[in-house]
T-cell receptor, first 109, second 116 residues
Framework: GQNIDQPTEMTATEGAIVQINCTYQTSGFNGLFWYQQHAGEAPTFLSYNVLDGLEEKGRFSSFLSRSKGYSYLLLKELQMKDSASYLCAFMDSNYQLIWGAGTKLIIKP | GAVVSQHPSWVICKSGTSVKIECRSLDFQATTMFWYRQFPKQSLMLMATSNEGSKATYEQGVEKDKFLINHASLTLSTLTVTSAHPEDSSFYIC????????????FGQGTRLTVV
């Protein structure tokens, strides 16, 4: 079967670093996505990993280990505007996205 | 980057009426479009997948006669909520892919539907 799991909520301090984990199980895999979603808005694309390793893009980095079915999104130098939900999703063999429930990130001053 | 425009952003309608939501890819041809609904504090739930020129594939539990999807061109897909009821009130989001092995999906802005 297929499933994907991420923490429901995390809290971090402005200026700090936070890592949001995502684990998944699937027989067919075509990459893993991270999206940011502010309340009442559509998701916006953050990253895509299809090979193992770390992809860095400014303050955000994403890591993938296909053998472990594991990914994380790393946010550095946290800003208040980073308060949002972060959704991980993997693409299955039919190129369909399977979504996690999202991690609500709360940033405190 | 690729832009997907969804219209309207929000709509309020009376129970029993129908509402049409449009999803347009502005600067690319979208072979495949996806329609999602999202309830408060929940993740995206895929409703249906539509490929240009063919009938949409609906997810289990989604009534195809109630949620009519048309993908008549490579740049436009529409979702019509027929005979809307208050329980249909939700956030509806479309996304579009170029197709083939092009994996990235681009999202519309979403439509907040309130049925009164």
């Amino acid at each position: 079967g297929q499933n994907i799991d991420q923490p429901t909520e995390m809290t971090a301090t402005e200026g700090a670093i936070v890592q949001i984990n995502c684990t998944y199980q699937t027989s067919g895999f075509n990459g893993l996505f991270w999206y940011q979603q502010h309340a009442g808005e559509a998701p916006t694309f953050l990253s895509y990993n299809v090979l193992d390793g770390l992809e860095e893009k400014g303050r955000f980095s994403s890591f993938l280990s296909r053998s472990k079915g594991y990914s994380y999104l790393l946010l550095k130098e946290l800003q208040m505007k980073d308060s949002a939900s972060y959704l991980c999703a993997f693409m299955d063999s039919n190129y369909q996205l399977i979504w996690g429930a999202g991690t609500k990130l709360i940033i405190k001053p | 980057g690729a832009v997907v425009s969804q219209h309207p952003s929000w709509v309020i309608c009376k129970s029993g009426t129908s509402v049409k939501i449009e999803c347009r890819s502005l600067d690319f041809q979208a072979t495949t479009m996806f329609w999602y609904r999202q309830f408060p504090k929940q993740s995206l739930m895929l409703m249906a997948t539509s490929n240009e020129g063919s009938k949409a594939t609906y997810e289990q539990g989604v009534e195809k006669d109630k949620f009519l999807i048309n993908h008549a061109s490579l740049t436009l897909s529409t979702l019509t909520v027929t005979s809307a009821h208050p329980e249909d009130s939700s956030f509806y989001i479309c996304s579009a892919r170029r197709g083939g092995s092009d994996t990235e999906a681009f999202f519309g802005q979403g439509t907040r539907l309130t049925v009164v």
